[in-house]
């Protein structure tokens, strides 16, 4: 299979039936055994199930800065990934890395929208270059602007790709979240990314202690009162929430922390010995 969009594959694929006769008369051939077994209706069917999927299916672009790469954070990427993708399907996920994939890379379940050959330096502290840095902004404001729509979300997988995401934000018109994690987000943050993190539709960190980091250096507004539970909800014992690690995603910046400093009521002092009234 080749990618639709690319219109050098399509060209090359044209000049292959001209070159090639066999080839066209096997796609002749096959072409009419496709359509005896297809009836107006199925074609209907089909023709409204893509309509109704695309238009209701949202279309995740991921700006990220090394999915290939190993560590935590390359780890967290690619675990995104894939749960975007089992969830909303491959074709519905785009990807846009700051570094291009290692020789023996594994697929990613997305589509690599762009991507640019090289990979860091050991002794460079992965800095980013300027120019790989425009070019890179470049490709995601041009993805961000194929791919806007109603159902587009824009997902910065770093702290310092937020103001990229917002950038991509006001050019297309799709909200963006930022997923912030790892020490870069636990303070000294520049302020492009602070205003970036602002105006993003979702701010989600992947532990509490990320979470309480990022909200003063951000100076993040104060998340909104979680409504009292039901009575029914009250009787019943509540599970208690991981403090860190994976899995715990967003409801530190969603949640208030609320002190639970209550004076305990005095018990009721009772007289094992009752003597009645006379």
């Not at 009292?228 to 860190?244: D, L, V």
């Amino acid at each position: 299979l080749e990618d639709p969009e690319d219109h050098r594959a399509l060209a090359r694929l044209i000049l292959r039936v001209f070159d090639e006769p066999g080839l066209a008369e096997d796609l002749g051939e096959e072409g009419r055994v496709l359509a005896e077994r297809c009836s107006w209706d199925a074609n209907a069917e089909r023709a409204a199930a893509l309509i109704e999927h695309e238009a209701t299916t949202p279309r995740v672009l991921v700006l990220a800065p090394d999915p290939w790469g190993t560590g935590g954070i390359e780890r967290a990427t690619r675990t995104l990934i894939q749960a975007l993708a089992d969830r909303y399907g491959a074709e519905r996920v785009g990807l846009v890395p700051v570094w291009g994939p290692t020789p023996k890379a594994e697929l990613l379940p997305c589509r690599v929208l762009w991507t640019l050959p090289g990979r860091p330096s050991p002794g460079d502290g992965r800095r980013v270059g300027l120019w790989r840095k425009v070019t890179c902004t470049v490709a995601a404001l041009r993805a961000a602007r194929r791919w806007r729509g109603p159902n587009t979300v824009i997902v910065a997988a770093h702290v310092h790709l937020g103001p990229a995401a917002w950038c991509c934000h006001v050019l297309s018109g799709a909200p963006f979240g930022v997923w912030v994690y790892g020490r870069e987000a636990w303070g000294g943050l520049r302020t492009s990314v602070v205003q970036s993190l602002r105006r993003a539709r979702a701010v989600f960190a992947i532990s509490t202690f990320t979470a309480d980091a990022v909200r003063p250096a951000a100076a993040l507004p104060p998340p909104p009162p979680t409504p009292p539970p039901p009575a029914c909800a009250q009787k019943q014992k509540k599970p208690q929430t991981p403090r860190g690690g994976w899995g715990s995603f967003c409801a530190p910046l969603s949640t208030p922390r609320t002190p639970t400093n209550k004076t305990p009521a005095p018990k009721k002092s009772q007289n094992k010995h009752h003597t009645p009234n006379t």
